[in-house]
């Protein structure tokens, strides 16, 4: 429910509970014979035992109608006591109307202070018992009701507000007459909270939703009404005393008038500025969702890209591995002649450009093998023998400002070097006239309001800005300059990938990157990079020493037949025994019919039949200790199905010869590694086992 509603409808509660106490304060009065009870106020009108009993029934009515959301039972005494409040009117207007006394105005108290039909309620109470009970019954009907049943509301409000005016002003024909019994100040007073009451039942239906509004229309006309009711009983009540007091009535009309154009004024003035800062509040909201929509259509077109730049780059490395992998077979072969060794020279140089250009695709399309350690990139940018000194020209002027405390960050080194270089380089070759490079770092909180826009996750991260005073961009520029091969450098300059793998790589790490430019101003790049607690921890030297794997038998699922066969040939080369699968299925009959060992499962990620991990996990079932290299790239299905580098070994397409080697032996070191710490827990569990069997014996 909205909190307009719920305000609404704690009114209708706190009146049901009013008119339920007036009514038993009244009838307390009748019942002991005092006569303030009766009155509530000193020398005023008593308010009749039936009009008390009226008012304690549409008070039950409406809070059994307030309960009655929970409980569908509670409509049926609701319709009960509103029966009875339109019966106690019906019958006494039937004894108005003809001069009948139908034995109901002292039913249940004398009435001693009345000579002419005591104890009978006025013709207007009477009446507005009728229609009031009537609106009551109305709303146990439900919404088709609700706008008849606050018509009615209505009309019972507005006769006691009459009545009250008439007692305020001094003005008796107002709330009675000469002949009947006149209408009670108090009477006054519960219909008017009893009509408040009924229209506040149900705020969002019928007439009364304008005010149950939160929008401006709704505050407007919750003012207005409250001031067109209030401001004008105050300001006849101060005419009356000074006509009272100065006997001057030009005086008094003139004061009245004053009175009246100051306080509307001074609503309308209020109601403007209300209205202005609702349509400004507006415009500003309006303004932020087409930002999002602006940054959801943005996001949704780099996702787009992403996957097909991923989806051409992993085919074109399939294509790439085969060129390359036999150029390097012929340049091993010591019969290939000069003049054509240097022919496969300038193809393998191709290869390897057109190597790098993937690369740098599946960069952007969030698909390289990542891996992240925590890392302190104060130390990576201050390195004094890193590449940054070496990038920037003398005529640039190089400052940083690195937070002394910062956190360490979650990422690939290389990956980090890769932001950096790309960055500079961009950053240089917008100053060709030189000009200033600054690089800060600070610590930053990501909270969950911001999260969504940046598209990272909550929480701790390092912000790295990379600010210069170059050429700068413009708008349209701006919306594109993380789309592949869009460069605004000249014909052979740049290929238009280095900002594309910036983003792809800080995306892929859980990070975010912005810019702010201005055409002449410079920009600034924005990366957040996620933080860790874990210290940064210091490189050691990687041993170049790797277990030889000659003899070993490798099994080869591969869907590309030309890879295929180059890796065949290549691990033939190598010493190696290499069992060929072109998909899952075929890989799984080769593992439970192949009689011998098989020490490697070498299988591509991506594959159309069944995926590289799920192959890994059926071999793994079949047999436990072999090792496993997955060649291709990791990508979201693969995170997702919880494989990772700490599992299994990685190369990425395209690979040479050597890199493969040197992966292939890495992973059977790991396997062999595996299958002795095995077989010592086995020994271990088997001496344990025997030592207990010993001791029960």
């Known amino acids: 429910m909205h909190n307009h509603d719920s305000q609404f409808r704690t009114i209708a509660r706190a009146g049901a509970i009013f008119l339920v106490l007036l009514g038993a304060t009244v009838l307390l009065g009748w019942l002991f014979d005092v006569g303030l009870l009766k009155s509530l106020l000193p020398g005023q009108v008593t308010m009749k035992a039936n009009t008390a009993i009226g008012f304690v029934c549409a008070g039950l009515a409406l809070a059994f109608l307030l309960r009655s959301d929970s409980s569908r039972k509670l ?40 000579l002419i039909c005591p104890g009978r309620i006025s013709h207007i109470t009477a009446l507005n018992f009728f229609v009031a009970g ?5 709303l146990t009907r439900g919404k088709g009701a609700m706008k008849a049943a606050q018509s009615l509301a209505g009309f019972v409000g507005l006769s006691a507000l009459l009545a009250i005016i008439g007692y305020l002003y001094g003005v008796p024909l107002l709330y009675g007459s000469s002949r009947y019994a006149s209408m009670g100040l108090h009477t006054g007073v ?8 009924i229209l506040a039942y149900s705020p969002h239906q019928g007439f009364v939703a304008v005010l149950a509004t939160p929008r401006p229309a709704g505050w407007l006309a919750r003012k207005l009404l409250l001031a067109a009711v209030v401001f004008p009983v105050i300001l006849g009540l101060i005419a009356i005393h000074v006509f009272a007091l100065l006997g001057d009535m030009s005086f008094m009309v003139a004061g009245l008038a004053i009175a009246q154009i100051v306080v509307f004024a001074g609503l309308i003035w209020i109601s403007a500025s209300r209205l202005d800062r609702s349509e400004a509040e507006e415009e500003v909201a309006k303004e932020a969702l087409a930002a999002s929509e602006r940054m959801l259509q943005h996001s949704q077109k780099m996702e787009a890209i992403g996957l097909l730049a991923g989806g051409v780059a992993h085919d074109f490395n399939n294509l790439l591995n085969v060129i390359l992998g036999y150029s390097e077979l012929l340049l091993s072969d010591l019969d290939v002649s000069e003049s054509q060794r240097r022919k496969i020279e300038k193809i393998r140089k191709a290869g390897d450009t057109a190597s790098g250009l993937t690369r740098q695709l599946l960069a952007f399309g969030r698909k390289q093998v990542l891996q992240p350690k925590p890392l302190d990139l104060n130390q990576i940018i201050r390195n004094p023998d890193g590449f940054l000194h070496r990038l920037i020209k003398d005529d640039i ?28 380089i961009n950053a240089c070759d917008s100053m060709p006239n030189g000009g200033k490079l600054n690089i800060e770092t600070e610590n930053v909180v990501v909270e969950q309001p911001q999260a969504p826009r940046f598209g ?8 790295l800005n990379i600010t210069d005073t170059g050429s700068g961009m413009d708008d349209e520029t701006r919306a594109r300059i993380f789309e592949p091969f869009y460069t605004t450098k000249a014909a052979g300059k740049g290929s238009g990938l280095g900002l594309a793998t910036v983003y792809g790589i800080i995306k892929q790490s859980g990070g975010y990157i912005g810019v702010d430019s201005k055409l002449g101003r410079g920009t600034c790049f924005q990366i957040y990079l996620p933080a860790t607690r874990l210290a940064a921890a210091e490189e050691l030297p990687k041993s170049h020493v790797v277990p030889s794997g000659g003899g070993a038998t490798i ?37 439970t019919q192949f009689s011998g060992s098989i020490d490697l499962l070498l299988t591509d990620v991506m594959m159309p039949k069944m995926k590289g991990p799920e192959v890994m996990r059926r071999v793994k079932q ?5 090792g496993v290299l997955m060649s291709g790239y990791t990508n979201d299905v693969t995170l997702r199905q919880g494989i990772s580098s700490a599992d299994v070994s990685f190369i990425q397409k395209p690979f040479s010869s050597t890199e493969l080697t040197h992966k292939l032996r890495e992973a059977l070191a790991r396997a062999q590694d595996r299958s002795t710490l095995r077989q010592r827990l086995g020994i271990e569990m088997e001496r344990r086992a025997a030592s207990l069997r010993a001791e029960n014996s």
């Open 397 to 424: 002027s190089f400052s940083t400002s690195l937070y002394p405390g910062l956190m360490a960050i979650m990422a690939d080194p290389v990956q980090v070097e890769q932001i950096l270089l790309n960055l500079v």
């Open 555 to 591: 099994l080869v699922v591969e869907d590309s037949e030309p890879l295929r066969d180059l890796i065949f040939e290549t691990l033939e080369t190598m010493g190696y025994t290499a069992l060929l699968a072109q998909d899952g299925h075929q890989a799984i009959r080769i593992c």
């Open 75 to 114: 409509r049926y005494p609701a319709a009960l006591t509103s029966m009875l409040t339109l019966l106690i009117g019906v019958s006494t207007l039937m004894e108005y109307l003809f001069h009948r006394d139908l034995k109901i105005d002292q039913l249940c108290f004398i009435d001693r202070s009345e």
């Open 456 to 463: 990272v996750a909550p929480g701790p991260f390092v912000r």
């Open 190 to 197: 519960g219909f008017f909270v009893l009509s408040i009451s």
């Open 622 to 626: 079949i047999r436990p200790d072999i």
């Open 134 to 138: 009537t609106a009551l019954l109305l």
